[in-house]
């Protein structure tokens, strides 16, 4: 018994030791590979750099707001495959970052999928540090080396500036031979702060993409916290965007006066550029503050009453292929969907999608494929 | 007693006075109120000071990183009341902390509900500055002026030194006269991280306070992250606290080994100085990354065999109050009620209390007042 005390202890001085000395000499043999050579879904056009939505260079219209919260890679993902026992991560970002209402792994983390028996499963996060601009860690380990297709969501509320995919030496690692996202059929969405993912837990628990996991289709997610406010030139840039189904989820942001001045041209120049394209146009949330704060109530019954009205005299006009969602339940009615009363949680997301779902499907059914 | 209450009363006015005259010259003329003078709900026992859930001074055989733990105010809530137009508070915190898991709303803010039409109601959050240890703000404002009663959560983790409650100078405010949680029904759960509140939005959020506003019984939230680990001094604290229902709910941080050892002893202590109480014993919830990890995936299989050993001595002994509640589906199967693959986001919580209402609710019944 006792010789078997002492090896096992001499075993433990020796494996703490040995984890000193790798260590110690940074002997991490873990193979990192820019993950701009894999797939990227999520993107609505072409830019550089790849990681944000917009190409600031090009889209010279846009507020400075829209500009900066662009360059934020929501809803943006890259699709490898591996059979490495495990996924590491090395990241950049531009800035150290601190939300109140939204949480580290969300606005500065990696969310990672595996296609497993036909769906998409949740596989891992990626952690950031105390506003970190340089981070790194494990995301999954301890794996069956299964050649398997991981999908991998990118911050949300930061712009991410570099993106290395690290695995076993040993592995094989490429872009996947049969992507199980389809990037010929994209829906893409416009709106607020929720839809750029204040207050999911982590990027893949946006109802963006959520919905994307679901149907297997692309998702374009062009939320841009407080500031989807149907300026004309977003409406410009949205009509370039190769589309299968528009999704309008913008009315949280614009006041009900923006409204009914910005509303109308926009979806009417969306409409008449792209008749191919069946748009779906979403009341604002209930604002769940607003059931005490009346002010807050007042504000959100205008923006609807606005929106309505658009969209009215859009149907009077013959726009068959314009659609709407009340907000009616949109996020139940227990009035837990959300954090501070305006941003969603996984379960006010989980909600939203389940409520978008009917009408959506009709749509995408309709739709056809990109150009 | 009559000159007792005229002390009271002038006492409280000093109080009242000094406080405003400190706020009349920063121009806001908000009344704050210490929030001591409230009812305090959410307690196990009696501590000294009052936001925390041991008595660190009384309780020396805890390990250092209970009694460390045992100071952030995970559960407890103030009841008061008011016809306020607003409410805003300012509260201290021990420290200035930073979680990638958690959101800076749920582990250093405030959560508040309003009683309304016979049920708790969210109504707004304190939101807390980036690693402040002083904070201010409104949490709802522009109400109609009714008289309403309120419950105010603290925050899951960290250590809060001071709560004042403000409120309009020729408003009401006071303890409420027929209180909305039954403090003279309990259920005290003894966790881990998940039940202190890793990763809900806001602290109302964690299943244990779904539960107290569900059941209108007084909910004490006993979770310790990464420490509710069964040493048998936590047994002999908790036989001392006044309980309708104890809910073990810790198998997420004991080693296979540990609980081994360590929840036969425990329980059975338990159950034969509280024969009148039921306990509902807990699997460990499903790793979700323990479907890709199979380290992960091994240890929550020997945790749980672990834990159903013990139960089924304690069983054979017949100890007919000790109930058991598999894991199965205990957030649900499609593997997205976490942050990180342990840490239950609001959906999480939402599906386990779900999971654990038949059982919990049976022993509700069959339970007793506290004495």
Redesign the interface.
Known sequence: MLIFRIMKNWMIALLLAGTTFTWAHGQDNTRYTDARQFQIVGKGLPTSPVYQRFDSLLDKDLTPAVKHLSKHSSGIAVLFETNSMYIKAKWTLANGL????????CHS?LDLY?W?NGKW?????G????KETANSGII?????GAMRQYMLYLPTYNELTSLEIGVAPEAQLGRPASPKIDTTHRIVIYGSSILQGA?A??AG?VYSS?LQRKTGWDVVNLGFSGNGKMEFPVAELLVKMPASVFVLDCIPNPSPKEIKERAYPFIKHLLDNRPEVPILLVETVIR??G??????DQDTKDKNAAIKEAYMKLKSEGYKQLHYLPATNLIGSD??G????VHL???GY?RQLEAMWPQLRQLMKKSHPIR
């Open positions: 601190f939300y109140n209402n939204i949480v580290p792994i983390g595996a497993q499963q949740w596989a891992g996060v952690r950031p540090g105390d999954v380990s301890n794996m069956d207050s837990s982590r628990m959520i769940e503050n059931y005490f704060d009346q002010k807050t009035h837990e959300t954090i501070d009363g949680t996984d379960l989980m």
